[in-house]
């Protein structure tokens, strides 16, 4: 669900990178999951962490804590007017970059998660279960390739730079075009629910009952007469929604209301932000006749997620330009954001043969992005 990750507790993301990590052995999808990482690493030192997430953010600051507060830990000794985040927790330094044992340390702490999620012990064996699990990471074939000489430098980089990347992009916090307010919305998208908590609540309680129903009429055979039925439970349904827009919320419905809001305003803004990469995309081919890094290129539709989300981030970097930075600094600012997103380094600018093609891409991403017309939605 992209950035509705932020519904989920933290420590079931821990999880799933921790899984997502150990259960490949393809570089890309390491350097991918350690930009998660990162992002989830940062997030340890917000002070709005839901409570259901405050013991384990805490434990993690205890466990990073060395590397952060560590005066220079970059060669520099940081001030308050230099800091990127501050909190009850501490600050951290703007010029801070999370340096490679870190990284270690983090990889460590999602495969400890991954195996605890898994294998319950006894509270009398929790010191025994800890060391088995460190036992067994240090078998596993991802720790002996970073924990190697001979082998760590192919992967370092490329880990290193995707952690640092998801770390920076957590304490800069999402783009504006993923904070836009819209609409109320009468139904959420059709993966509202998936994989989430049960929210507690009167208003999450009826939407489950309500939910089951209509799920357990869709597996049943047709019942003749059923229609008025089945539109009554939607109507309830669509009223329920609408009251997760109200300003007088129920403080016992809060926080369902606000994961409702949330999920529908990320898939509204998503919808537009693509719409907005996709312009800046094809504005480029048809600049550079068709090529794009040397090579034909595909069109939008047929690009993987991987291909098409530099493009975001590109959409992204156009539309948070500071004010009064040339349309030049721009192009240049966005391209080198595109290529930090593939974890690599960008091209001189100067001597940059694509330069006209990515001041189209500009241009086109900007133009769409006034004229605000990203994909309709359905009549709320």
């Not at 803004?269 to 990469?277: E, G, Q």
């Not at 997620?305 to 948070?320: G, I, K």
């Amino acid at each position: 669900m992209g950035e509705t990750k932020s519904l989920v507790p933290r420590v079931v993301r821990e999880v799933a990178i921790g899984h997502a990590l150990f259960s490949t052995k393809d570089p890309e999808e390491w350097k991918s999951r350690s930009e998660d990482l990162g992002e989830l690493c940062a997030e340890v030192w917000h002070d709005d962490l839901p409570e259901r997430d405050r013991a384990w953010a805490a434990a993690h600051r205890e466990s990073f804590r060395k590397w952060v507060d560590d005066p220079g830990p970059n060669g520099i000794e940081p001030v308050p007017s230099e800091s990127a985040l501050r909190g009850s927790h501490g600050h951290i330094p703007r010029a801070f970059t999370p340096p490679w044992p870190m990284l270690l340390a983090a990889v460590e702490r999602a495969f400890i998660a991954f195996v605890d999620a898994f294998e319950e012990a006894p509270a009398s064996d929790s010191e025994q279960a800890a060391a088995g699990a460190a036992s067994r990471l240090h078998r596993t074939y991802l720790w002996r390739i970073l924990s190697s000489d001979d082998t760590a430098e192919q992967h370092r980089p490329g880990m290193l730079r995707a952690f640092q990347r998801g770390f920076r992009h957590a304490l800069r916090g999402a783009p504006s075009s993923m904070k836009r307010p819209i609409p109320p919305m009468l139904e959420p998208p059709w993966y509202w629910g998936a994989g989430l908590p049960e929210y507690p609540g009167p208003s999450a309680a009826r939407e489950r009952a309500l939910r089951a129903a209509r799920d357990q009429a869709l597996r049943a055979p047709p019942v003749p007469g059923d229609r008025h039925g089945w539109l009554t439970r939607q109507k309830e349904l669509r009223d329920l929604y609408a009251s997760a827009w109200r300003d007088d919320v129920p403080e016992e419905d809060r926080e369902w209301a606000q994961a409702v809001r949330d999920c529908c305003a990320w898939h509204v803004n998503r919808r537009r932000r693509d719409a907005i990469a996709r312009s800046a995309y094809e504005s480029y081919l048809q600049s550079s006749g068709g090529v794009f890094d040397g090579a034909p290129a595909r069109p939008w539709s047929n690009l993987s997620h991987h291909a098409s989300e530099p493009w975001r981030a590109f959409a992204d970097r156009v539309e948070d330009a500071p004010d009064g930075e040339s349309e030049i600094e721009t192009a240049e600012a966005a391209a080198r954001e595109y290529w930090d997103t593939l974890y690599r380094e960008a091209p001189p600018w100067n001597s940059d043969p694509d330069q006209a093609h990515w001041l189209a891409a500009v241009r086109a991403a900007r133009s769409k992005a006034q004229a605000d017309d990203g994909p309709p939605e359905r009549a709320r």
